[in-house]
């Protein structure tokens, strides 16, 4: 069973800078898809990002494109997020997801969830 830690959330102000981690421990990560998800209370959830096995990587809200990156190090286990110019409704928990099947977009089913990572951001 894979397993998933997020970590690098934080308090940030409008503007800054964030690079959101993701280890992947249990199994050999870069047999998966990756992909990040956001969520706040009473939202539902949006994906924000995927990259495939290969490191094909696709941005997906239309805010996000141009502020956000991701990418891999398999050999390390890793997974990035990289959010530039912080706007205050990236405000949310984010959540990194793993699936061995389908394609790398926020509809697959994605079986291995990390816990989450908090993001606010407010000066």
């Known amino acids: 069973q894979l397993q998933l830690v997020e970590s690098g959330g934080g308090l940030v102000q409008p503007g800054g800078s964030l690079r959101l981690s993701c280890k992947a421990s249990?199994?050999?990560?870069?047999?998966?898809?990756i992909a990040w998800f956001r969520q706040a209370p009473g939202k539902e959830r949006e994906g924000v990002s995927c990259?495939?096995?290969?490191?094909?990587?696709?941005i997906y809200p239309d805010s996000a494109k141009g502020r956000f990156t991701t990418s891999r190090d398999n050999h390390k286990k890793m997974v990035y997020l990289e959010i530039h110019r912080l706007r205050s409704e990236d405000t949310d928990v984010y959540y990194c997801a793993a699936a061995v099947r389908g394609e790398c977009q926020p509809s697959t089913d994605f079986g291995n969830w990390g816990q989450g990572t908090q993001v606010t951001v407010a000066s």
């Open positions: 249990g199994f050999s990560s870069d047999r998966y898809n």
């Open positions: 990259i495939t096995r290969s490191g094909v990587t696709t």
